[in-house]
């Protein structure tokens, strides 16, 4: 009896094991960030996904909403979002923003981008750019380069 109770408990720790390091692994993932590409320029909104509660993914293709990255530190957000009954963007409007290399921000994930007052990672190529708020059970907004 006791090397059957002994048995179970080791299953049982080391599944346990199995879920934590799985777990710190996605959390500690190093953003895509390809250093020769800027975030300044503009960028479309194409698709948002909320990740925490209903974890929907809203599409957003077919609209017009852009942002704009400028070399002030100052993100202009643009667009018509009256009619979209489940907009999940930034704000239409100007917002500061900043980029920081401070590891201590986000614990193993450098650089990080700012947008208001609110840190988020991000992941950036020439073609797309992903900013993710999902440390903090918010969305993943991706967009697309357009100029």
């Known amino acids: 009896m006791k090397t059957k109770f002994f048995k179970f408990t080791v299953i049982m720790l080391l599944l346990a094991a199995g879920c934590f390091s799985s777990c710190s ?6 953003p895509n960030i390809d250093k020769s590409v800027s975030i300044i320029g503009k960028w479309k909104l194409v698709k948002v996904q909320v990740v925490f509660y209903n974890r929907d993914l809203y599409d957003y293709s077919h609209y017009n909403i852009i942002y ?3 070399s002030n530190n100052v993100l202009t957000v643009s667009g018509e979002t009256d009619d979209i009954d489940t907009y999940r963007g930034h704000n239409i409007g100007e917002h500061v923003y900043s980029i920081t290399d401070d590891d ?14 609110i ?11 992903e900013i ?3 440390p903090l059970d918010g969305p993943i907004y991706f967009l697309i380069k357009i100029e």
């Open 25 to 30: 692994e996605k959390v500690n993932e190093k």
């Open 68 to 70: 704009e990255f400028k």
């Open 104 to 117: 201590k921000v986000i614990p193993g994930s450098s650089p990080v981008l700012k947008i208001d007052e």
């Open 119 to 129: 840190y988020s990672l991000f992941s950036i190529s020439s073609k797309s750019l």
């Open 132 to 134: 993710s708020y999902a």
